[in-house]
């Protein structure tokens, strides 16, 4: 990995259109834990960044290393002061701290735009490097769903996650 000479964290705008698409489909190429298994056409990515950018009920910011988008996080404002986060970061930005610094910035915003006193998660329990990053965070698992989450060709266990922010 070439050196990183500057990181940002922002919101997506609609002109990041061709590096989320290099983004998600590089996650889906190396079959990365999310929810989506398919690459997305060009035409699936503007749409998936419009719902980003147009929804009220939900907190989308964008990982820039360089010039280039290598993670992107959301939060969902649930009902009475939950939320529900979800991550991603391509694989050569892992395990330097971005997705730490990420996750981090997108719980505060999280927590004061939505008024959160909880935010959940749901992770493959096969996913063990994020549930230690979500464990360093102050996450804790509250139960498991069995075969709960299709990866691929499998069912595969969810655990599912809290922190409790008050």
Known sequence: ???IQKITIRSPRLSDTDSILK???SLVEEKAMLGMQKKLTRREAIKWLE?????KERLSLFLI????IVGSVRISKGKDGVGTVGISVEKEFRGIGLGTKLL???MNDGAK???LRIITLEVLKINKIAIRLYKKLGFEKI???KKGAKYYDRYEDSIIMAKYLK
């Open 1 to 3: 990995m070439k050196p």
């Open 23 to 25: 983004l998600m489909n």
């Open 51 to 55: 719902e980003r950018i147009e929804n």
């Open 65 to 68: 290393a360089d010039k280039e």
């Open 104 to 106: 981090e910035k997108a």
């Open 113 to 115: 735009k939505f008024k």
């Open 143 to 145: 139960g498991t769903l």
